[in-house]
């Protein structure tokens, strides 16, 4: 179990400038989750696919952000001119499928920690 | 918008000694589970605990589920030095609603050596 993987770490940009994040979830996972954490502040969620199909986006999620998951594997979460307002962790997390209506636990990747200056 | 609210939003106690912490929420719910986070890393799953449950346990955790009262508690038992780090409660949705968990707003542990 290699568990859930995030690229970078850490990534710092400049304002108006795009970013795109990377998370490779648990191989037999075929849930996949995006959620966005602020300082102080418990994860939010911003979207999430079962298999490749997008199923639900928050309302946080304005159309410069867009999510993909194109073979139904690793996903990528691009934001596109950022706002300093954007800065936070973002969280990839993965479950298997189980029980209708979700719930199962979670696998957390360690995230991305994004800066915009 | 955060479904969970955890109490207190701070704790800091003796090694040894146990940990409370409480969640509340407001709609019906399927679980309810709670997660460990140490600074700057992801989120790890320790416990869920179904609405048809009413006390789990597992090693040094023991987590309760009142859903008259919509709300759980977390107790850690004999904590130690390594327990420092932010719990959150998170509910998962009734079957047939959308399938995210909703997280609280966490509680910061900090256990004394």
């Known amino acids: 179990d290699t568990g859930v993987s995030q690229n970078p770490r850490h990534k710092i940009t400049k304002r108006g400038q795009n970013v795109t994040f990377r998370c490779d979830p648990i191989?037999?996972?075929?849930?996949l989750y995006w959620y966005r954490q602020t300082l102080g502040q418990g994860p939010e969620f911003l979207t999430y696919?079962?298999?490749?199909?997008?199923?639900?986006k928050s309302r946080l999620l304005s159309d410069r952000f867009s999510a993909e998951r194109p073979k139904g594997s690793f996903s990528t979460l691009e934001i596109q001119r950022t706002e300093q307002g954007d800065s936070a962790m973002y969280l990839c997390?993965?479950?298997?499928?189980?029980?209708?209506?979700?719930?199962?636990?979670?696998?957390f990747g360690s995230g991305t920690q994004l800066s915009v200056l | 918008s955060q479904q969970g609210e955890e109490d207190p939003q701070a704790l800091s106690i003796q090694e040894g000694e146990n940990a409370t912490m409480n969640c509340s929420y407001k709609?019906?719910?399927?679980?309810l589970q709670w997660y460990r986070q140490n600074s700057g890393r992801g989120l790890v799953h320790l416990i869920l605990?179904?609405?048809?449950?009413r006390e789990k346990h597992s090693g040094r955790l023991r987590v309760t589920l009142d859903t008259s009262k919509k709300s759980s508690s977390l107790l850690i038992t004999a904590s130690r030095a390594a327990d420092t780090a932010s719990y959150f409660c998170?509910?998962?949705?009734?079957?047939?609603?959308?399938?995210?968990?909703?997280f609280g707003k966490g509680i910061t542990l900090s256990v004394r050596p």
């Open positions: 997390a993965s479950s298997p499928s189980g029980e209708t209506g979700g719930g199962e636990k979670l696998f």
């Open positions: 191989s037999e996972h075929n849930r």
């Open positions: 696919f079962q298999n490749e199909a997008q199923l639900e």
């Open positions: 709609t019906s719910i399927n679980n």
């Open positions: 605990i179904r609405s048809n449950e």
């Open positions: 998170a509910t998962a949705p009734v079957p047939g609603a959308n399938s995210k968990l909703t």
